[in-house]
């Protein structure tokens, strides 16, 4: 079914990423792959031919404009351009704002807002000249409400999914449509780091993919999973009076015995710490609550 489909698929050396570009490949689909991590994205790579697709390996950075155009220059040359554009790249990691670190938000929206930015700016102009063609933002349900210790991430996520409906709404009528994808917990090699009783719901990662390529497919405004959760963020929490949610978030805070660990959090070797900006990773965004 997806034999002709061209997609690129940004952060896909590790979670929501890889798992996507082989169930892509799983139907023919030719597969751009973006990352840092030379190593893993070969890794990719080859499970991508392995399960019947073409792949494209693309080593970068989401966050350096010029690795954006250059991938994108390579894609054009390959296919002619693209049908899909899944831009799923992000960083995340706990900061609590009484210890607030000004690298560590600059760090975060590089990768999380800058590299949706940057590949919005690439595959735009062409989809719109094609009047076709699908542009899939992983945000998260983080993005509904400001989360405690996750300012950076829950901030990066909300710009992200006000970033896509503005877009949205200028490119109706293109034939471009913009799908915000808001996944709650799916497992990975990132989650394995984190308390499983902090991660209610937690999701497979091939469960989670599965029903964001049915959105993609369908042209779905918005795509959140699993439906108990972001159900009760979006019409429980985000609805919430302010002082009553602060009330509320602040005291189930106090009473952790561990702070808050993103499952999108970058492993430190190989992608740069919160003191690092300008050198973000790519996390495969397995985006959190």
Same mark, same amino acid.
């Given at each position: 079914?997806?034999?002709?489909? +061209? &997609?690129? !698929? $940004? =952060?896909?050396?590790?979670?929501?990423?890889? %798992?996507? /570009?082989?169930?892509?490949?799983? @139907? #023919?689909? +030719? &597969?751009? !792959? $973006? =990352?840092?991590?030379?190593?893993?994205?070969? %890794?990719? /790579?080859?499970?991508?031919?392995? @399960? #019947?697709?073409?792949?494209?390996?693309?080593?970068?950075?989401?966050?350096?404009?010029?690795?954006?155009?250059?991938?994108?220059?390579?894609?054009?040359?390959?296919?002619?351009?693209?049908?899909?554009?899944?831009?799923?790249?992000?960083?995340?990691?706990?900061?609590?704002?009484?210890?607030?670190?000004?690298?560590?938000?600059?760090?975060?929206?590089?990768?999380?807002?800058?590299?949706?930015?940057?590949w919005?700016?690439?595959?735009?102009?062409?989809?719109?000249?094609?009047?076709?063609?699908?542009?899939?933002?992983?945000?998260?349900?983080?993005?509904?409400?400001?989360?405690?210790?996750?300012?950076?991430?829950?901030?990066s996520?909300?710009?992200?999914?006000?970033?896509?409906?503005?877009?949205r709404?200028?490119?109706?009528?293109?034939?471009?449509?913009?799908?915000?994808?808001c996944?709650?917990?799916v497992?990975?090699?990132?989650?394995?780091?984190?308390?499983?009783?902090?991660?209610?719901?937690?999701?497979?990662?091939?469960?989670?993919?599965?029903?964001?390529?049915?959105?993609?497919?369908?042209?779905?405004?918005?795509?959140?999973?699993?439906?108990?959760?972001?159900?009760?963020?979006?019409?429980v929490?985000h609805?919430?009076?302010?002082?009553?949610?602060?009330?509320?978030?602040?005291?189930?805070?106090?009473?952790?015995?561990r702070?808050?660990?993103?499952?999108?959090?970058?492993?430190?070797?190989?992608?740069?710490?919160?003191?690092?900006?300008?050198?973000?990773?790519?996390?495969?965004?397995?985006?959190?609550?």
């Open positions: 079914m997806d034999g002709s489909l +061209r &997609v690129v !698929i $940004t =952060g896909a050396t590790s979670g929501l990423g890889r %798992e996507m /570009a082989r169930q892509l490949a799983l @139907s #023919g689909a +030719r &597969v751009a !792959i $973006t =990352g840092r991590r030379a190593a893993k994205l070969d %890794e990719v /790579a080859k499970l991508v031919e392995q @399960s #019947g697709g073409v792949a494209l390996p693309l080593v970068g950075s989401v966050a350096d404009a010029a690795d954006v155009k250059a991938h994108y220059a390579v894609i054009r040359a390959a296919w002619g351009g693209l049908d899909w554009a899944v831009l799923n790249a992000g960083v995340g990691d706990s900061n609590n704002a009484r210890t607030f670190s000004a690298e560590h938000y600059h760090w975060t929206f590089a990768t999380n807002v800058g590299g949706v930015v940057n919005l700016a690439a595959v735009i102009p062409d989809m719109v000249a094609a009047g076709r063609g699908t542009i899939a933002g992983v945000a998260s349900i983080a993005g509904w409400r400001g989360l405690p210790q996750s300012g950076a991430y829950s901030a996520k909300a710009a992200v999914i006000t970033l896509l409906e503005s877009a709404v200028d490119l109706r009528g293109t034939g471009v449509k913009v799908v915000t994808i996944p709650g917990f497992r990975s090699e990132m989650t394995a780091r984190n308390d499983a009783k902090d991660m209610i719901f937690l999701l497979d990662t091939d469960d989670g993919v599965r029903r964001m390529i049915r959105g993609i497919r369908a042209g779905r405004r918005i795509v959140h999973f699993p439906w108990p959760l972001s159900l009760f963020m979006k019409y929490v609805n919430m009076p302010g002082a009553l949610y602060d009330a509320v978030v602040s005291r189930l805070v106090s009473r952790r015995k702070p808050y660990v993103d499952e999108s959090r970058p492993p430190p070797a190989d992608h740069g710490a919160p003191g690092r900006p300008g050198a973000p990773g790519e996390g495969g965004a397995s985006a959190s609550a």
